[in-house]
Structure formats: C-alpha cells, structure tokens
C-alpha cells in the first residue's frame, strides 16, 4: 500500500512540474498576450464610406461686451450693416460701432448617419481682432459643404470650456447646429470593405482569420475575407445575409480579434505628454545631450538550476543616473523607451529636451518605433 501512495504522489508531483513547467513556457513564448488585449473588430475598423463630411460657415458673435472686433475689422463692419440690413434696419458701415460683436468661423462635422433634425456640436473661432468670445451668443449661420450646399444650421451661446483665458478667441457651441439635409449614404448588398483605424499587416490578417473562420459553415463561404493591404480587408457578403447587411456587418463587427500595436512614441512638447507603447525599444547607442548622463541597461540571462533539468530565465535591469559635465548618455541594447524617459524625468530633463534626444536616436537607427511630436 506505501509503495502504491508514493508512486502516486510522485505522479502528482511529476504531474505538477509538466503543468509549470508548460505554463511558464506559455508565458516566455507569448508575452505580448498580457500586453494586447482581445478587442472586436468594431472598435479597431470602420466601414469604408461610413465616414463624416466637414461643414464650415461664417457667422457673427454677439453680447460681447467690449471684447469684440474694433472697426478696424472692415469685414466685420459691413457683416454687421449687412445683418442689419437683412431685418429692414438700413445703416452705413460708418455708423457700425465694433468691439460687441465679433466675425467668426464657425465649423461641424456632419456624421454619415446623421437625420433631419439631429443637432451638432460646433467649433467657433474669431478672425478678426477680437480679445474673447466669452459670453457671446452666436446668430444664424448657415453651414455649407464643398459643393456649397446648406447641410446645417448654427445657433447659441458660445462656451470657451475649461480655462477660459487660454483660448478666449476659441469656442463651442454645444448641439448648436441643426441638421437640415443629410447625406446620401447606402450600404453595399454585396461587398463590406473594413478600413483599419492603425493599419498593421498581422492585425489585418487576423481579422481575415477571425472572419474565415467564424463563416467556415455557411454554404459556400469559402474565405469571404481578404486582406487588400495593411489598413483594408474586404469581405464578400454571403448569400445568406443578402436581406440582413446590417445584422452581417453587426455580427463582424462583434468578433474579437487580438491586434498587434504598433511601437510608437507620442509627445506632446507644449504639455509634456507622453505616451509610449510597451514594445518601443531602444537599441545601443551614444548622445551627447547638456550636462546630463544617463545609463540604461538590460540584460537576460539563462541561469542553470540545481537539476539537469532544471533552467530559468533571469532578467536583470540596471539604471545609472548622473548630473554631470561630460555631456555623455549611454543606452544600452534592449532597453525600451519608458526605461530612458524615467532616467531622463529623473536628472529633471523637460519635454523640449526628451524630443531632442528621441529625435537624435531616431536619426541614428536605435529608436525601434515611429516618433510622433506634437
């Protein structure tokens, strides 16, 4: 009976090992798993043509209180004596006194499926010599599109939002704009073609995957999607769903799909915004750069256990920091973004200083992804 419970326990324990053992294998070969997560294909692509159209008018903001275009704004002074004139009130441009009305911009997005009667947020912006626009009440605007046909209305009181001394001549008009004419919009019966919101080869061919494989049942839906290039699959509409185009296109766009990120680095300089992806890296390179040295460094090694059978792997990070004057960085390979720009918030570098030294090691090869400066 003993002989019998320790071949069982060390089955058990042999059991446990492989399960480890296999689990950490899983992590070692996949680690952008954690990373990525699962998300539909809706929220990652669009369908081609559903796309919004720009509207834009010229418009007058009143009730200013001083804060408007002076007189030396021509074309607000005869917008104002051609308002007037439009209500019976006969006025040279002479007798128009500026500074509570204000000749301003105004612009929309009309939404693809947008209805008669839908509202819109508008943008307000001033042209002329006006200080601010807080308080003001924008009059009618009518907004037109390319074409020069009238799509929408505007009217209301403007908002500058948030801070209002930092963009005072910038404002909002919130469902100010009411739609009058929508566009002319129709699906395709037979064809649904997904434009990708970050092009990305391996993320189009999981969606083609994804959608292959979710339609492999139906009767004659061999491989209904392909891959156009990076940012465009295209998708044959079954037969089954030629009276249901949209509960097609719904059900695509509830699939899930794992997409890969692209290594991309964001900054914002005025702000000091920084947003990385996690598989930005950085290979080895020198920067001379003010009086700052920074040292990054990452290193895996394979380290042998007590057992022949036994090994793991052990990732060692090391950071130096230094204030000084030799001018000289040092960033070892392996190393990604989020490591350097620690290092450098640490010697109290500013966002004028971090885009300078990306800039410098995307010029020179070691910066393993797109840098984008705002």
């Given at each position: 009976m003993k002989s019998l419970l320790?071949?069982?326990?060390?089955?058990?324990?042999?059991?446990?090992?492989?399960?480890?053992t296999a689990f950490c294998l899983t992590i070692f070969l996949q680690p952008a798993a954690a990373d990525d997560p699962m998300v539909t294909i809706g929220d990652i692509t669009r369908t081609e043509g559903a796309r919004s159209n720009q509207l834009v008018g010229y418009g007058l903001?009143?009730?200013?209180?001083?804060?408007?275009?002076?007189?030396?704004?021509?074309?607000?002074?005869?917008?104002i004596a051609n308002m007037l004139g439009e209500y019976g009130v006969e006025v040279s441009p002479d007798q128009v006194e500026g500074q509570n009305i204000a000749a301003v911009m105004v612009t929309a997005d009309l939404p693809h499926d947008a209805s008669t009667g839908d509202t819109l947020d508008v943008q307000v912006s001033a042209i002329g010599d006006a200080d601010s626009l807080a308080g003001g009440m924008l009059v009618r605007t009518p907004l037109e599109a390319p074409t020069g046909e009238v799509y929408a209305v505007a009217q209301g009181s403007v908002s500058l939002g948030g801070e209002e001394g930092e963009h005072p001549t910038s404002a909002r008009v919130s469902g100010g704009g009411i739609i009058e004419r929508t566009v002319d919009y129709q699906l395709d019966r037979d064809v649904l073609d997904l434009a990708l919101h970050n092009g990305n080869f391996r993320t189009a061919s999981e969606i083609v995957d994804e959608i292959n494989d979710h339609f492999a049942d139906l009767s004659g839906a061999d491989e209904i999607a392909q891959a156009e290039h990076e940012s465009k699959v295209r998708v044959e509409i079954p037969p089954e769903y030629s009276n249901d185009v949209v509960g097609f296109i719904a059900?695509?766009?509830?699939?899930?799909?794992?997409?890969?990120?692209?290594?991309?680095?964001?900054?914002?300089?005025?702000?000091?915004?920084?947003?990385?992806?996690?598989?930005?890296?950085?290979?080895?390179?020198?920067?001379?750069?003010?009086?700052?040295?920074?040292?990054?460094?990452?290193?895996?090694?394979?380290?042998?256990?007590?057992?022949?059978?036994?090994?793991?792997?052990?990732?060692?990070?090391?950071?130096?920091?230094?204030?000084?004057?030799?001018?000289?960085?040092?960033?070892?390979?392996?190393?990604?973004?989020?490591?350097?720009?620690?290092?450098?918030?640490?010697?109290?570098?500013?966002?004028?200083?971090?885009?300078?030294?990306?800039?410098?090691?995307?010029?020179?090869?070691?910066?393993?992804?797109?840098?984008?400066?705002?």
């Open positions: 320790e071949i069982s326990g060390r089955i058990v324990r042999l059991l446990a090992v492989f399960l480890l903001v009143t009730g200013l209180g001083r804060s408007g275009d002076s007189t030396r704004s021509q074309a607000t002074v005869q917008s059900e695509v766009n509830d699939l899930e799909v794992q997409p890969t990120m692209t290594a991309r680095v964001v900054i914002n300089e005025n702000d000091g915004t920084i947003v990385k992806g996690h598989n930005a890296r950085i290979s080895t390179v020198s920067v001379a750069h003010k009086n700052m040295s920074v040292t990054v460094s990452s290193d895996s090694t394979i380290q042998q256990g007590e057992e022949e059978e036994e090994a793991f792997i052990e990732e060692e990070q090391e950071m130096e920091i230094e204030d000084e004057q030799e001018n000289s960085m040092v960033v070892e390979g392996g190393s990604n973004t989020g490591d350097l720009i620690t290092a450098l918030n640490a010697v109290g570098a500013d966002a004028s200083d971090m885009v300078s030294i990306l800039q410098e090691i995307e010029a020179a090869g070691a910066l393993h992804a797109e840098l984008e400066v705002r």
